[in-house]
Nanobody, 124 residues
Framework: QVHLVESGGGLVQAGDSLRLSCAFSGRAFSNYGRGWFRQAPGSEQDAVAAISWNGGSTYYADAVKGRFTISRDNSQNPVYLQMHNLTPYDTAVYYC?????????????????WGQGTQVTVSS
């Protein structure tokens, strides 16, 4: 059974940076595509970024392009989401997800495993 745990969320001011981490346990983590999603109050859960099993392909939502970076080092477990120049619109619960595939996945329904989420709050 795959288990995902997010960390790194918190309360920051607009313009600040945060790095989220997603630890993976239970299987050979290098065989899994990974993604980050977020859900703001009253909104649907949206894809933020995704990365293929070997880090060769990445995806970013238009709202975060140029500010967020997803990365992984398969010699180590976690997948990271580095977030710069945060705005109040980035306030949400951020979830990491995993699916056993060598392809990049963007759609929420294609992910099999989910973490519990970490809150990111950006004050103006």
């Amino acid at each position: 059974q795959v288990h995902l745990v997010e960390s790194g969320g918190g309360l920051v001011q607009a313009g600040d940076s945060l790095r989220l981490s997603c630890a993976f346990s239970g299987r050979a983590f290098s065989n899994y595509g990974r993604g980050w999603f977020r859900q703001a109050p009253g909104s649907e859960q949206d894809a933020v970024a995704a990365i293929s099993w070997n880090g060769g392909s990445t995806y970013y939502a238009d709202a975060v392009k140029g500010r967020f970076t997803i990365s992984r080092d398969n010699s180590q477990n976690p997948v990271y989401l580095q977030m710069h120049n945060l705005t109040p619109y980035d306030t949400a619960v951020y979830y990491c997800a995993a699916v056993r595939t060598r392809n990049i996945r963007v759609l929420r329904a294609t992910y099999a495993y989910w973490g519990q989420g970490t809150q990111v709050t950006v004050s103006s």
